[in-house]
């Protein structure tokens, strides 16, 4: 299974910001199955570490994710459905980090989507659009629309015609399944660009899929459409059986209606797929394609093949850090020809036309109004925080009683049995090296056995979150000293006699003796840093690397000056004091994944106060045990407490103070006040079963329907026209802000920025905010037509997304634009950078641009803003 990893999750790569991101790229194409079948097959061509999404997803209603790929025909009498859509091609089912880790199913490089029709009608075409969502490691595009029209011709008949076999729709159960190549009598054509087909060749949108059609008549009346994905390296699209309410949106074909053809069955799928849990979609269990291509096979029954089957196909494209919105690929199959590809969009259609470029906007956009500065890429630091965890997890190992009256010992039996404090010196520093490949080795082994993305199943799926709930509530009481954990003595044993060999391979196997009979204390600890840095290929070497690292420091260290041994505190029973603060450690570690196995999986619970109540406990329990109020099997009784033990109940009180504070009600955000320290550890605050949703003012409400409360309660527009009208009514700036439900770095950016005082303050009193959501699936009134992208805007998402595209020039998000209520963009737009000082200088270099220029014009505030804090 391809697991998204959450450390790709911080590599903030920009390299699409200002540019127009088109990473799928679609053809279609036809096959004729029989006299009246045929089959539709989309094929999509995705850009290397893009991915959309199956049709197929699992996640529930109440979940936001990635949009499913999906394939919407057009109605007509010539044509029917025969059965489900068939995928096929890299498929991959992994969670994903951009939607809360939901699991979804997905495709890389390639996709291949087939429906099969019945046609009576043959000469008519069968039209359509699919609509599809890209993603990558740091982002998603907006849902996009391809319009798709199939001309079918009736092959001759032959003797060699076979009857394909029937593909079985079910993969819930699907571990790993190898593309299949396609039959050697479908026609392959070339694959077709999305920017091609919707007249953007010349932009850059961010395109990891590229779609390509075909059909195979099985027999007079039946065919076989054939959607063919190929996937950039990296990226994934989601299965037809993965629910869209859960998280990404499945791969999706759907069929311009006619009375000329009829699927047969669903729609079968085929490539190297993978199910699991998501971590970008709040570990939901998805079902995604992995690797291309991928096919779709689609059985009809025709009963005019001379008539063309239309539709569209409907997937989302994710990579590791990632998801692009939902992407539609109209396609068109001509089984009288044997033809099929991306449809175009018809000039006589008599679809409605919308304009959203706005003149003044793509002037200043430009040049801005105002010199702001441009953005700077982030740099991951993810690896240094996981050697940092492990060198962390090797200096407690050094505290606990297995590993600590080791050091002098070891120490005085290098410098005191070798020839020479040379000698010993150059022996204690192998036995150190030793400690650290042995332990390195253990990393590297976990790696290879499970291999580089099934570590991050480890950490996100709601089976293992729970297996390690409970292996954490083993460790903590067996640091609580009621049972120990042990390897074979006959190990140790063995061991112990291979190193009284001598020589290099002797000081190797000490080491190694040391790492077995140790390990009932450095057991849970390395387990425990295990997890933790299971989300990355790199994890389990580094942070082995960081705890070997540590353990063997000291005896190179006290070898080199044998004099410092005599500062080393005596053994006793503070060693014993360790290994109970480590169990209540585990204790409170075993709930964060008791935590996201509920919120994968929505039990609902371990909300946010219990979680935090529980943690208030725990903490409070250690700082009672540290002023020795409480006892465990083997503590001595405590007479006087040590300076050390002292501080550190303090620091447990202090710690239990503040997570008190957790508790807090926000009135600003009208929720809990979230602590910094615990992010990534407690659910989110408005997670909870407490508190009520904030209200809007009804005045504002009545006056403008998409008035409502948005990220820290604040208040926002989800209509650009509304929230411009609104902000000349009040004139005050604008901060545009395209964003989508199912967009991470969106989210950060709302969690640990916006909440800030100073930032919160700037946009809740000196700017209108107006928040577009590029995944909104809402459908529009009536199917628009983009004027300048000649692509159907089937629903509020498609029409924000086309909004950003021809006035920015992109369609990543989030992106953030200070424009004025006459729509002139104030400073140069930003995208995600991790930064509350670079933010809100952003946003007061744009409120003082529109301060000059509206004194410079002459324009009277009715309130004053921006006020010097």
Not at 181 to 202: N, R, S, W, Y
Not at 408 to 434: C, E, H, I, Q
Not at 483 to 501: F, G
């Amino acid at each position: 299974m391809r697991y998204s990893t959450l450390l790709s999750f911080f590599l903030a790569s920009f390299s699409l910001f200002g540019q127009m991101a088109n990473p799928v790229h679609w053809s279609f194409e036809s096959k004729q199955i029989n006299d009246t079948e045929f089959d539709l097959i989309f094929k999509a061509k995705i850009d290397e570490g893009w991915k959309t999404y199956s049709p197929f997803q699992k996640y529930g209603e109440d979940v936001i994710g990635p949009t499913p790929t999906g394939f919407y025909f057009d109605e007509g009498a010539h044509f029917e459905v025969k059965g489900k859509l068939v995928e096929s091609g890299d498929r991959h089912e992994a969670k994903e980090p951009l939607f809360d880790g939901i699991v979804v199913a997905y495709f890389k490089k390639n996709a291949t989507f087939t429906q099969r029709v019945k046609v009576t009608d043959a000469r008519q075409p069968i039209s359509g659009y699919l609509e599809y969502m890209a993603c990558n490691e740091e982002m998603c595009l907006p849902p996009a629309n391809v319009d798709f029209s199939f001309k079918l011709a009736p092959a001759s008949k032959s003797a060699n015609v076979k009857t394909a076999p029937a593909t079985d729709p079910e993969i819930a159960e699907a571990v790993e399944e190898n593309i299949q190549k396609p039959a050697e009598d479908f026609t392959e054509v070339e694959p077709v660009e999305i920017q091609e087909a919707i007249g953007l060749a010349d932009s850059k949108i961010a395109a990891p899929v590229k779609w390509t059609f075909d059909t195979k008549k099985i027999s007079e009346e039946e065919y076989e459409l054939l959607f063919i994905a190929d996937l950039d390296k990296g990226w994934t699209i989601y299965s037809q059986h993965t629910d869209p309410d859960d998280g990404p949106i499945p791969t999706e074909f759907v069929f311009e209606a006619g009375s000329h053809f009829e699927r047969l069955g669903e729609t079968a799928e085929e490539g190297k797929k993978k199910s699991g849990p998501d971590p970008f979609f709040g570990g939901a269990v998805v079902v995604k394609f992995v690797e291309g291509p991928v096919s779709f096979t689609q059985k009809i029954k025709v009963s005019d093949p001379t008539q063309s089957i239309k539709g569209y196909v409907t997937y989302m494209a994710c990579d590791d850090s990632q998801c692009l919105p939902p992407t539609d690929v109209e396609f068109v199959f001509n089984l009288a020809g044997g033809t099929a590809g991306v449809a175009t969009l018809d000039p006589a259609s008599g679809l409605p036309l919308i304009d959203q470029s706005v003149p003044s906007i793509r002037a200043t956009y430009v040049e801005p109004l105002g010199d702001c500065g441009a953005e700077d890429v982030v740099r991951n630091s993810g690896l240094l925080w996981t050697f940092v965890l492990g060198f962390a997890g090797g200096l407690l190992a050094l505290l606990t009683p297995c590993v600590f009256p080791m050091i002098p010992l070891t120490v005085s039996f290098f410098t005191k049995s070798s020839k020479d404090r040379k000698t010993g010196l150059r022996n204690a520093l192998l036995y150190g090296f030793s400690i650290i490949v042995i332990y390195v080795s253990i990393g590297l082994i976990i790696t290879g056995v499970f291999g580089a993305t099934a570590l991050n199943a480890l950490s996100t799926n709601w089976i293992a979150n729970t297996l390690f709930f409970l292996i954490f509530l083993f460790f903590a009481f067996s640091f609580f000293g009621y049972y120990e954990i042990t390897l074979p003595s006959s190990w140790a044993n063995k061991s112990d006699a291979m190193a009284d060999r001598g020589g290099l391979l002797g000081i190797f196997f000490m080491a190694f003796t040391l790492a077995l009979v140790s390990f009932s204390c450095t057991g849970p600890i390395i387990g425990s840093a295990l997890v933790q840095s299971a989300t990355d290929k790199m994890g389990p070497f580094v942070v082995m690397l960081g705890f070997s690292s540590a353990l063997a420091l000291p005896f190179a260290l006290f070898a080199a000056f044998p004099g410092w041994l005599n500062s080393l505190p005596k053994s006793g029973g503070w060693m014993n004091s360790v290994k109970v603060v480590l169990g209540f450690l585990e204790l409170a570690l075993a709930l964060k994944f008791l935590s996201v196995a509920d919120m994968t999986m929505h039990w609902n619970i371990l909300p946010y106060e219990l979680f935090m109540g529980a943690w208030v406990i725990i903490f409070a329990a250690m700082a009672a045990y540290l002023f020795g109020f409480i006892r465990f099997p083997h503590d001595s009784p405590v007479k006087k407490l040590p300076v050390a033990r002292l501080g550190f109940a303090l620091l447990s009180l202090g710690l239990t103070i503040y997570l008190v504070t957790g508790f807090f009600f926000n009135e600003r955000t009208q929720t809990y006040d979230s602590l910094k320290l615990m992010s990534g550890l407690a659910p989110p605050a408005h997670y909870n079963i407490f508190l009520p949703e904030p209200e809007v003012d009804p005045v504002i409400k009545a006056k403008y329907p998409s008035f409502t409360k948005c990220a820290n309660n604040l208040d926002c527009f989800k209509d650009y026209v509304e929230g411009m009208a609104y902000a000349r009514e009040v004139k005050k700036p604008v901060l545009l802000d395209f964003t989508g439900y199912g967009c991470v770095n969106c989210r950060k950016t709302e969690e640990h920025i916006w909440i800030v005082d100073k930032v919160w303050k700037k946009i809740g009193e000196d700017f209108v905010l107006v928040s577009l959501y590029v995944d909104d699936r809402q459908p529009l009134k009536e199917v628009l037509v983009s004027a300048s992208r000649q692509e159907k805007l089937r629903n509020v998402g498609n029409k924000w997304a086309d909004f950003q595209i021809v006035n920015f020039e992109q369609n990543s998000q989030p992106l953030y634009v200070l424009m004025s209520p006459d729509e002139r963009v104030l400073a140069a737009p930003r995208g995600f950078k991790e930064s509350v000082s670079d933010y809100a200088d952003f946003l007061n270099c744009g409120l003082e641009t529109y301060r000059q220029i509206t004194e410079a014009e002459g324009i009277k505030e009715d309130s004053q803003i921006g006020a010097k804090e």
